[in-house]
């Protein structure tokens, strides 16, 4: 396998307020976690500034207007209880929708089989004309269109296994059959939304999962419903929104998964890569605010990427 790794070298211009769990040093973790010889083998690049006018295949026409409204001259705004945007927020945005691009661009132009890219802020709460849960823009929302639009892909997966449900890729895409999307998620929590019963036009399965349930729920959860499902679409590319914070010593949440939980659930959808879309993957930083929980889960999954799907795998 030929992994890309896609970094973000202005990720501190996204300013958070000090102590508030998405900060700038969860790249820093994942940055010092992916320096160690076992990944010497990835292709790594630099993640170029995008063009956030992208922002309008999947949020409303003054979704960005909103955005330069709310940044300050200088400092940090608040947007709501949870969701800061600094004055060089939106610099941030742009390398972090331009290293996804990247990353798409070389997927889909067989440059290499899978990529991930550790960017920031994360995306997968912004709804189509709300940004919300630390989330500005719905980064992998922009990139499943993108890849529509512009490489003519036509049948897109996002499968999140953030802790937390992605109430916004579901609102973009919640009638869109094209577009799967598939969450395992602990509820209750944050953001409330992403009940079984959530199923779009078919194209949305949501598993809920219970606080301090651990690896073995998930692996029943993805073995069960959205393996199955994932495979039954029979997607041309998947998109992961990798979000590390099911791990056990995430402050935010109590699924208590371990680094090798985070193998297990990558490999599977290796499986499913390899049997529907020519290996195509491309992985997305969310969440994880623990940074050694962030860093061992984040060395879990890019070298499973590194390493290939692994059906020998204990099921």
Not at 60 to 86: C, H, K, M, N, V
Not at 190 to 206: L, M
Request: proline share 5%.
């Amino acid at each position: 396998m030929t992994t890309l790794l896609v970094s973000q070298t202005n990720f501190e211009d996204h300013k958070t307020p000090p102590g508030h769990p998405e900060r700038a040093d969860r790249i820093r973790a994942v940055n010092d976690a992916l320096a160690d010889d076992q990944f010497g083998k990835l292709v790594r690049r630099d993640a170029p500034y995008g063009d956030i006018t992208l922002a309008e295949l999947v949020h409303d026409s003054r979704y960005l207007a909103r955005l330069r409204d709310a940044r300050p001259a200088e400092g940090i705004g608040q947007i709501d209880g949870d969701t800061f945007i600094s004055d060089t927020s939106l610099s941030a945005v742009a390398t972090g929708l331009g290293g996804a691009l990247l990353g798409l661009e070389a997927v889909l132009l067989g440059e290499a089989d899978n990529a991930f890219c550790a960017i920031r802020p994360p995306g997968h709460h912004a709804e189509v004309d709300q940004p919300m849960g630390f989330c500005l823009i719905n980064t992998v929302a922009i990139v499943a269109r993108e890849a529509q639009r512009k490489y003519g892909a036509e049948r897109i997966a996002i499968v999140d296994f953030d802790v937390h449900h992605g109430n916004g890729t579901q609102d973009i895409f919640e009638a869109d059959p094209t577009v799967f999307y598939a969450s395992s998620h602990q509820m209750p929590l944050f953001p409330g939304t992403g009940h079984p019963r959530e199923t779009g036009v078919g194209n949305i399965v949501n598993v809920a999962l219970e606080a301090h349930t651990g690896g073995e729920a998930m692996r029943e959860a993805y073995l069960g419903r959205i393996l199955p499902a994932l495979d039954n679409f029979a997607p041309d590319l998947i998109l992961i929104s990798a979000g590390f914070d099911a791990h056990k010593r995430d402050p935010l949440a109590q699924l208590e998964w371990d680094d090798q939980d985070f193998a297990w659930v990558t490999g599977k959808l290796m499986d499913i890569a390899d049997k529907r879309c020519a290996n195509r993957i491309v992985s997305l930083l969310e969440g994880g605010y623990d940074l050694r929980g962030l860093a061992g889960g984040v060395r879990q999954h890019v070298a499973m990427l590194m390493d290939g799907a692994t059906s020998s795998l204990k099921s």
